[in-house]
C-alpha cells in the first residue's frame, strides 16, 4: 500500500497570504489528523477528521481550518499567514477499524515557510 | 490534561550498545496507548512500538522494547544492538480513547549512534 502522501512538500508563502495543504491517506484509512512541529513548541494536535466530520480540534486559531472529501483526502488552510506559522505540517492517517486503529502513520510533511 | 515528559534531550550510543530512552506521562485515565515514534533526518514520523496500557505485558519489535510501569507513569524505550540507522530523534506519545486520535507528544531524545 501507498503511504500518506502529502502535497505541496515545500512552499513560500508571504505574510498575509493563505496556504492550503493535501493530505491523501493510505487507502482504507478513514481518519486524518494533522500536526504543526515547530522547533519551540513540538508537534502540536490542530485537528482530526472521519468521514468528513471534524471530530477534535487543537488549541489553534480560527485562521487554521480543515475539511475532508468524501474519499478520506483532507486538506488544511491557514489564511492570514503570520511569520509563525512557518513550520512542518504533518498528516497522519489511521483506520479504526483495525486492531491497531489507535495508531496513526505519518506522511513526509508540508514544510511551509513564511517570509 | 494529560502531559508526557522526556527529560533527556539528547543521547548518544557506541554502535552494537544498548541505550535507553526515558518517557514519563501523566493522566487521571486507566485506558490508553503509548507510542514511540522515530523521527530522522528525513522529517518523517516512524512508527517505532505501541503499548496498550490494559496490557501488562511489555511490548517488543525485533531490537525495540519498552519498559511500561503503569503505576509509576513510567515508558522507557530500550533499543539493543543500536545500528547507524537509528540515529534520529525519537518522540513519546500519548493517546487517550476518548481523544479521537489526538496524540500528546513529548519534546523528543535525539539519539546519535556513534561508530
Known amino acids: 500500500k501507498a503511504g500518506v502522501t502529502q502535497t505541496p512538500r515545500y512552499l513560500i508563502k508571504t505574510r498575509g497570504q493563505q496556504v492550503t495543504l493535501s493530505c491523501s491517506p493510505i487507502?482504507?484509512?478513514?481518519?486524518v489528523s494533522w500536526y504543526q512541529q515547530t522547533p519551540g513548541q513540538g508537534l502540536q494536535f490542530l485537528f482530526e477528521?472521519?468521514?468528513?466530520?471534524?471530530?477534535n480540534k487543537g488549541n489553534f486559531p480560527g485562521r487554521f481550518s480543515g475539511r475532508q472529501f468524501s474519499n478520506s483526502r483532507s486538506e488544511m488552510n491557514v489564511s492570514t499567514l503570520e511569520l509563525g506559522d512557518s513550520a512542518l505540517y504533518l498528516c497522519?492517517?489511521?483506520?479504526?477499524?483495525?486492531?491497531?486503529?489507535?495508531?496513526?502513520?505519518f506522511g513526509e510533511g508540508s514544510w511551509l515557510t513564511v517570509v | 490534561a494529560q502531559t508526557v515528559t522526556q527529560s533527556q534531550p539528547e543521547m548518544s550510543v557506541q554502535e552494537a550498545e544498548t541505550v535507553t530512552l526515558s518517557c514519563t506521562y501523566d493522566?487521571?485515565?486507566?485506558?490508553?496507548?503509548l507510542f514511540w515514534y522515530k523521527q530522522p533526518p528525513s522529517r518523517q514520523m516512524i512508527l517505532v512500538i505501541r503499548?496498550?496500557?490494559?496490557?501488562?505485558q511489555n511490548a517488543t519489535e525485533n531490537r525495540f522494547s519498552v519498559n511500561f510501569q503503569k503505576a509509576a507513569k513510567s515508558f522507557s524505550l530500550k533499543i539493543s544492538d543500536s545500528q547507524l540507522g537509528d540515529t534520529a530523534m525519537y518522540f513519546c506519545?500519548?493517546?487517550?480513547?476518548?481523544?479521537?486520535?489526538?496524540?500528546?507528544f513529548g519534546t523528543g531524545t535525539r539519539l546519535k549512534v556513534l561508530a
Open positions: 503499548q496498550e496500557a490494559y496490557k501488562q
Open positions: 493522566t487521571s485515565e486507566n485506558n490508553y496507548y
Open positions: 506519545a500519548f493517546m487517550s480513547p476518548s481523544g479521537t486520535y489526538k496524540y500528546i
Open positions: 487507502s482504507g484509512h478513514r481518519s
Open positions: 477528521y472521519f468521514s468528513e466530520t471534524q471530530r
Open positions: 497522519a492517517s489511521s483506520d479504526p477499524g483495525q486492531a491497531s486503529g489507535n495508531t496513526i502513520y
